[in-house]
């Protein structure tokens, strides 16, 4: 399995990183990266990986101005694309078919092969705009996943609600991780 990561520069590339660490550890899946610009600063603000580390955590990395990459083709197969996280600016672009980096342009390819596309959406409040793209997007197939917490599973850290979101978005690609915790109805204590 070929799944396209991306990290752009809303808030919140720990999803991205964590995503990433997670999909190293299972060996039929191959990560191909795509840090936008914006994506390396903020990732470089919020928190404590290097560049490097997060590159080695991935089997393929590409420049985002790269849009002769093989992956910016239908031809090459991949099963899905993961943005984690998709800033407003992200997913604008790809609703209007922008195309002008290589995100933009994996996801216009994603789209177009009517391949998986989860997007782990960065904003709040939003605004008429951000929501319109969403439907917009969710309307063609794409996987809306705002990267909201859960607290049936009662995180005690910010590691464990971060760690469930990252699950949980994989478990959209069809892989079954035991470390899910899911819902399993209201029980009494």
């Given at each position: 399995?070929n799944?396209?990561v991306?990290?752009t520069?809303?808030t919140g ?7 990433l660490?997670i999909?190293?550890?299972i060996?039929?899946v191959k990560t191909?990266?795509?840090?936008s610009?914006w994506?390396?600063k903020t990732?470089?603000?919020e928190t404590?990986y290097?560049?490097?580390?997060v590159?080695?955590?991935?089997d ?6 790269d849009?002769?990459?093989r992956?910016s083709?239908?031809?090459?197969q991949?099963?899905a ?9 992200t997913?604008?672009?790809?609703r209007?078919?922008l195309?002008?980096?290589?995100v933009?342009?994996?996801a216009?390819?994603?789209?177009k ?6 997007l ?5 409040p939003l605004?008429?705009?951000h929501?319109e793209n969403m439907?917009?997007?969710?309307k063609m197939g794409?996987?809306i996943?705002?990267p909201?917490?859960a ?13 469930h979101i ?14 899910l915790k ?8």
């Open positions: 399995m799944v396209i991306s990290i520069g809303a590339s720990i999803f991205g990183i964590r995503i660490e999909l190293k550890d060996k039929e191909h990266l795509i840090l610009s994506g390396k990732l470089e603000a404590n290097t560049m490097e580390e590159e080695q955590l991935a393929f990395i590409y420049e985002t101005a849009l002769g990459a992956i083709s239908g031809s090459f991949v099963d694309m993961i943005i984690a996280p998709c800033s407003m600016k997913l604008a672009s790809i209007i078919g195309a002008d980096n290589l933009s342009r994996a216009d390819v994603i789209l092969e009517r391949r998986k596309l989860i782990l959406t960065r904003e709040t605004n008429t705009i929501l439907l917009a997007l969710s794409t996987i996943l705002p909201m917490p607290f049936y599973n009662n995180p005690q850290t910010i590691n464990d609600i971060v760690n990252a699950y949980r978005t994989v478990d959209q690609l069809g892989i079954i991780l035991p470390n899911r819902w399993d109805g209201l029980r009494e204590k």
